[in-house]
């Protein structure tokens, strides 16, 4: 009889000490906000275009967080999509036309001639990449911008233009030679392509 | 005899020397046309200093190095520049980037040189700024700034300074031949660089089958403390992490530099150029380039100006274009293909091969890797090109990288060996090049996420000011209203009751008592002993400031744009401050004139006289402008434009000025009737 009160008691205390640990433990070490938002946010393109229906990119982080739908960053396009699906251990599914589709790297450039100077982009530019003054010319700082075209719908004079940032020497970077049709599918030889004299 | 160490792995390809290292280094002589990129090296472009149509001269600067890491560009010859535009450039991309044109005159004159005899007689500071001004970036392939690399961080002492002669890649013999001819130079450059890092010892790395290249360094260097060594031929002994291991036995760690472990390694050719710049004052404008491949005629070594067009290259030297033919810059296994002639030879130009179909077969197709395991036992940096391969190909780049992709060098041994031919370093360039992109790209949308956070929080931040100005405002509102309402309510009572009364009139008479203070400290502050005298002064003095200031900033618009934004801002502060002081003067006359009872003509306005004269003024420049108008309209259409609108401002001031006149002229005979009348 003793034996089984005394293994009871153990248990019992045990139980107490360890509690008392884990409550500590929770208390001490709460990790404040939800991990998850944070990694989605992070491989989101961060663009702050609201194509996805959500105002920026960490709302959308927050709803994904919440069992929202990855395929709607067309700024992101399918390596987004893959990465968020890794991430969350989903499957990857095809980017949602709904919400645009997936356009190259761009910049908006304002047609500084026509700018009339109401500051309206400056508003609606979500990461302050657009400088000017009321009345002044207004310029967009082309490093800052992210390419999310919320400055075109508010220009009352349709003078800001999106276009995309064109490879040159420096951005220039090795295909993949997988994609080189010469080189990968053919295994014979004489299949290649004709030579071209140099 | 010194100790060497051997590498992991390495290859035997068929040397391919003999061909081009027969004869001696011969010049090139002097193309109609350079083509002078303007980014020759590793680092920032440099800037153009010249404008289309000026006259060079030989070695004059065309472009200043701007920023940390960069080098400057000089004229190879003299000449005059005939354009600063994009143009195709050899690079493995294709693409074209900014380049000086310089159509030469054939004359060759020097400008101005600062030869020096003896370079221990200038300070380690001045020999690295000649050797930045000369524009001298690694000739050995990569071009990374020379005068950069002699300046390690302090805390790395060089111990080791080594001179990379071994010329692994085959083909290329233009180290081997410059090491014959100007075994000298290359020992003095080697004697200033030690000059400057102060090592322990000097050694020159050279490959045993340059027997030629090595007895000539050594009767060179035979009264210095410059070791020559020979190592044994093997690719890539003249990878730069490769010559260090074998000659010093220790290895560059992952991500590091060799300065890191007290060692530096230098080409051959940049130690010569590092002579010729501090000895003759002379800047990196040609260099000494392999041309070979049985494509060309005349095989051999050629002193070739920096920014010599290829083409012209290639048909002085008997091109015979074969079909099939490939024209690669650099050696067969680290050299890229080039698809156009139409380009310059540039400061890292060390071969230009033009191989026949036989030399350089093509590509065969990449068959599936049969994990041989050959690519790893070649690899001198000791990775395992297999996986690398898979993860490239599957675009598993995080993995890539922790399988140290980035400490690859790009050798090629690992294609050369595979059974499959799978171009292997191919896939190593493009997954490197993804991987910068992705670095790149998530450091953009970091500071994307940044900005939109700080501008999240500064309009909260505005919106809470907002709110709380907006309250304090009500608050005030309240108060006030709850003080008329007191008041209201004491003037009520007072009539009833005279002790609240008297307290409330207590507190008036208080209240009165500290406004009247508060007056009277006003007053005080505002009525120094300011004279009119001395505020006059003060406007004169502060007047010529501001026309020398405006002077000043004139003179900076033309030449220092960066001093006149901060003139103009000054100037504007002074305009400022004289119109203030103008306000002074008036206030003060005005004061005078009402406070001085004495003075009874204080000045109300301009006189008549002045008046009729402002008028006769305004009139004649009107008369002048039409005038010009008129010639305008003949001569120049685009002026009238704006003469229109001058003249119809003039016309509004001529009409001003009559109004003022008449205006003033009828007070006259007002008060002159009002006089008599009396």
Partial sequence: ?198 | MKQIWDFHGGIHPKENKEQSNQDGISDAGIPPRLILPLQQHIGHRAEPVVSVGDKVLKGQLIAKAVGAISVAVHAPTSGSVTAIEDHPVPHASGMTDLCVLIETDGKDSWCERTPCEDYSTLSKDELLSRIRNAGIAGMGGAGFPTAIKLHPPRQDKVNTLILNGAECEPYITSDDRLMRERASEVILGLEIMAYILQPGECLIGVEDNKPEAIAALREAAKETQVEVVTIPTKYPSGGEKQLIKILTGSEVPHGRIPADIGVMCQNVATAAAVYRAIRFGEPLISRVTTMTGDCIANKGNQNVLIGTPIDWLLEQNGYLNQKGSRLVMGGPMMGFTLHDTKLPVVKTTNCLLAATNKELTPPQPAQACIRCGMCSEVCPAELLPQQLYWFAKGQEFEKAEHHNLFDCIECGACSYVCPSTIPLVQYYRYAKGEIKQIKADQEKSNQARERFEFRQERIEREKAEKEAKRKARAEAAAKAQAAKKEAAAAKGTAASSPTEGSTANDKAAAIQAALQRVEAKKQAQTAPEVTLESLQKKLLSAEDKLSKMENAWKDAVENNPERAEKLATAVESSKTNVAKLNAQISEMNKGTGQAGGSEPQAPVGPSIEELQKNVDKAKSKLQLMLDTLEDAKLNHPDRVEKLERAITKNHTRVSHAETALSEATNAKKTTESTESNG
């Fill in chain 1, 1 to 198: 009889m003793s034996i089984i009160l005394s293994a009871i008691l153990t248990l019992l205390a045990l139980a107490i000490v360890f509690g008392a640990i884990l409550g500590f433990a929770a208390i001490k070490f709460k990790v404040e906000g939800n991990p998850i938002v944070d990694e989605i946010d992070n491989l989101l393109p961060q663009t702050q275009c609201g194509q996805c229906g959500f105002p920026g990119c960490r709302p959308y982080a927050e709803a994904i967080a919440n069992g929202e739908e990855i395929n709607k960053c067309p700024p992101g396009g399918e390596v987004t999509i893959q990465s968020l699906a890794d991430l969350l251990d989903v499957e990857a599914t095809p980017l949602d036309a709904e919400h645009g589709e997936e356009k190259g790297k761009q910049v908006a450039v304002i047609r500084e001639d026509e700018c009339i100077g109401c500051t309206k982009c400056i508003q609606a530019c979500p990461v302050d990449a657009i400088l000017g003054a009321a009345k002044q010319m207004h310029t967009v700082i082309a490093d800052e911008c992210t390419g999310c075209d919320l400055c075109v719908e508010p220009c009352p004079v349709d003078c800001i233009d999106m276009v995309l940032v064109p490879e040159d020497i420096k951005s220039w970077t090795w295909e993949n030679p997988g994609n080189q049709p010469q080189i990968a599918g053919n295994i014979i030889a004489t299949d290649k392509a004709p030579e071209v004299a140099v």
